[in-house]
Nanobody, 114 residues
C-alpha cells in the first residue's frame, strides 16, 4: 500500500486549501477512505471519511467547512478545506477507514496563521 498526500501549505485564517491523496496497492474503488490529521502534541484523529459508494462523514469541528470526495478512476481522494482556522493546523494524512496499520504516508503540512 502506498499513499501520497499533497496540497498542504501555509494559509491565513479564513482561507482554503485542497488536499489530494493518490493511493496504490489497494483496490481503491471498493475501499472506504479517510482523511486524518495530527496536530503537535495530539493524537492522530479522523477528520473525514468517504465510503466506496460516496457516503461521507465528518468530525464535528469541520462539518460545514470541509468536503471529502473521491475519483475512483484516478485512485485519488480529496479534501477541500474552507474557512480554515488556526486549530486546523496539523499534518494531514489519508488512509483507508479503518486505516491500514503501518501504511501511513508522509502526510502534508497545513499551517493556518491567525
Amino acid at each position: 500500500v502506498q499513499l501520497v498526500e499533497s496540497g498542504g501549505d501555509l494559509v491565513r485564517a479564513g482561507g482554503a486549501l485542497r488536499l489530494s491523496c493518490a493511493a496504490s496497492g489497494i483496490i481503491f474503488s471498493i475501499t472506504d477512505m479517510g482523511w486524518y490529521r495530527q496536530a503537535p502534541g495530539k493524537q492522530r484523529e479522523l477528520v473525514a471519511a468517504i465510503t466506496s459508494r460516496g457516503s461521507t462523514n465528518y468530525t464535528d469541528s469541520v462539518k460545514g467547512r470541509f468536503i471529502i470526495s473521491r475519483d475512483n478512476a484516478k485512485n485519488t481522494v480529496y479534501l477541500q478545506m474552507n474557512s480554515l482556522k488556526a486549530e486546523d493546523t496539523a499534518v494531514y494524512y489519508c488512509n483507508a477507514q479503518p486505516p491500514y496499520r503501518g501504511s501511513w504516508g508522509q502526510g502534508t503540512q497545513v499551517t493556518v496563521s491567525s
